[in-house]
């Protein structure tokens, strides 16, 4: 299993000047060393940061807002709070150790990937992790 904090978008063409631009705009914002590598995915990248991810999504719109041209190979940058398994249990043990988090009145999000998964959780399963 990963344990990128971070997922980068990319055209799978460009990926070697996608690294580039991660690497640079991480140092920017005081990563000087962060692993960067491709994952099974095309045109996915996957980053581990010693900068807190939301922090750095954070502190990448204010980029692009001065500076747009900064991002011309990446599309999108995704912060991974945790890694776990693709069966429904997995799924609730980490709501369990995510839900402290979450302040009353926020919402949250859980972004099920099921590209080369045999995951088969409906819809209706992924409904019972609201209710923990």
């Excluded at 807190?52 to 719109?61: H, I, M, N, S, T």
């Excluded at 609730?92 to 302040?103: C, G, M, N, S, Y």
Aim: proline residues 3%; contains cysteine.
């Amino acid at each position: 299993m990963y344990d990128f904090n971070l997922l980068v978008s990319c055209p799978w063409a460009v990926s070697g000047a996608a690294t580039r631009e991660v690497a640079g705009l991480l140092k920017m914002l005081g990563d000087g060393r962060p692993v960067i590598r491709r994952t099974a995915a095309r045109g996915i990248i996957g980053v581990k940061t010693s900068v807190d991810a939301r922090k750095v999504v954070q502190e990448l719109r204010s980029i692009l807002h001065g500076d747009p041209m900064a991002f011309r190979y990446t599309l999108k940058w995704v912060p991974v709070d945790l890694w776990v398994n693709s069966d429904l249990e997995s799924m609730k043990e980490a709501v369990l150790k995510l839900r402290d988090r979450i302040k009353h009145g926020e919402c949250w999000r859980m972004t099920v990937e099921k590209r080369r998964s045999r995951c088969n959780t409906g819809s209706t399963s992924l409904r019972s992790l609201l209710n923990l």
